[in-house]
């Protein structure tokens, strides 16, 4: 194998001499990844020394919104976890029933000086202390990957053992009802216009008019964009069940994918294992569910054919990652629910790389992401490489942790002050 003037013996001795001259000049030649690697932090050493939290709005030209209100400013809560080392993990949520309270009053308390490495620990904690508030611990719990991923130099879908896919199909979240502008006029050349832009899929709000007239909208975006396009709608909870069951109906005369949320929602979603029992369209829903005691009734009945759990109001990544798994064991869809600014975009897409596909076929029905379409510089500026459209599909982001980079200037400039 090495000649015949080569003895096993000399061959060994060579290998070890120039592996002991390798690790001298590690050691000792001063080389510069050395130095970097004495330089650098031990990722087991990191302590976490500071919880921030930053609640932000934007003012809209005009309100927008679903079926039951209309909503003149867009608004988030970032989080900011900061350790010893200098790495810092960014998170979005909601601040919906006091969950910026929870966070500075509870959670930070639980977090700091602790090793955000140890995330089975702190996971454990922070749901304890809280009886379960989805928000707040899905905000610790994305900062903490993020923060993870960059100790560690992985993404999130590295993290948990490799991506699935490098890019994900969006479906556009558009045709909101608009102050003082009829659907009738809006929807089918907003419609248009996204196709333009690349978009396969879209969705579009209904429920707020009187129902025929909403189904008259429908028919003329579906004549719009042609049967290629796949076509969803929202119905935000405003619509009985027996409305809901006839409006469905019609929706499938259409070819419409989904009917999403049609009933009144509620963490019990009553009335929808009857829903999707009455209809052949798939009925989507979850968006409100904060955690995985909550998704698994509604998996179980049979509530949604299509359940949407939001990584940043149900406890994070590894709650929609169960969820999702315990839905494909009674073969139920996972589309995760995605209404934010470019941190829930990120999260999101590193869930959506994780999820495989919905079966074995050659043309397989994959997850999609939702992507918010209006005016929202949470997702557009507070990045410094916003998610671009290309060919109907959004690429996941490679980077460290979440794998985008925060504007701090930007978290300044949309700050509520007071």
């Known amino acids: 194998m090495f000649g015949s003037t080569v003895k096993r013996r000399e061959f060994l001795h060579r290998a070890g001499t120039a592996s002991f001259a390798g690790a001298a000049f590690g050691c000792f030649g001063g080389g510069r990844h050395a130095a970097a690697a004495e330089q650098d932090p031990k990722p087991s050493s990191l302590k976490i020394t500071k919880v921030e939290t930053f609640a932000l709005q934007h003012k809209l030209p005009r309100a927008i919104g679903p079926s039951t209100a209309l909503y003149g400013f867009r608004d988030a809560l970032l989080v900011k976890i900061s350790t010893d080392s200098g790495l810092v993990g960014w998170a979005e949520t909601a601040d919906v029933g006091g969950t910026r309270g929870i966070i500075e009053d509870h959670l930070k308390q639980i977090l700091l000086g602790k090793n955000p490495l140890e995330h089975r620990k702190l996971w454990r904690a922070l749901w304890g202390a809280n009886f379960g508030d989805g928000r707040a611990v899905a905000a610790a719990d994305i900062a903490l990957h993020d923060l993870r991923g960059k100790a560690l130099k992985q993404s999130i879908a590295d993290m948990y053992g490799g991506r699935v896919r490098d ?24 419609a248009a216009a996204l196709v333009k832009k690349g978009f396969r899929a879209m969705k579009a709000r209904t429920g707020r008019l009187e129902h025929r007239r909403d189904l008259q909208v429908l028919t003329k975006v579906r004549e719009t964009v042609g049967p290629d396009v796949r076509l969803l709608t929202d119905g935000n909870g405003a619509f009985t069940l027996q409305a809901a069951v006839k409006f469905g109906k019609e929706l499938e005369k259409l070819d419409f994918y989904c009917f999403e949320e049609p009933l009144p929602q509620g963490l019990n979603y009553a009335g929808y294992d009857e829903l999707t029992r009455s209809l052949d369209i798939a009925i989507a829903g979850g968006e409100v569910l904060d955690s995985r005691a ?74 999609m992401l939702e992507f918010d379409t209006y005016e929202n510089p949470f997702r557009d500026e507070i990045i410094t490489r916003s998610f671009q459209l290309q060919q109907g599909h959004v690429e996941i982001p490679t980077g460290h942790g979440l794998g985008v980079e925060v504007r701090e200037e930007v978290v300044e400039k949309y700050l509520v002050k007071g």
């Open 167 to 190: 890019k994900v199909m969006a479906y556009a979240a558009a045709m909101n009802y608009t102050e003082g502008i009829r659907p009738e006029d809006q929807y089918p050349a907003e």
């Open 294 to 367: 909550s998704a698994r009734d509604r998996i179980v009945d049979r509530s949604f054919d299509i359940i949407q759990p939001d990584v940043t109001l149900c406890g994070g990544v590894a709650e929609v990652l169960f969820i999702a798994e315990m839905a494909r064991l009674w073969s139920v869809q996972c589309v995760p629910h995605c209404w934010g600014g470019a941190l829930a975009i990120a999260a999101t897409l590193q869930v959506l790389a994780l999820l495989p596909p919905y079966h074995w076929g050659f043309t397989p029905d994959e997850p």
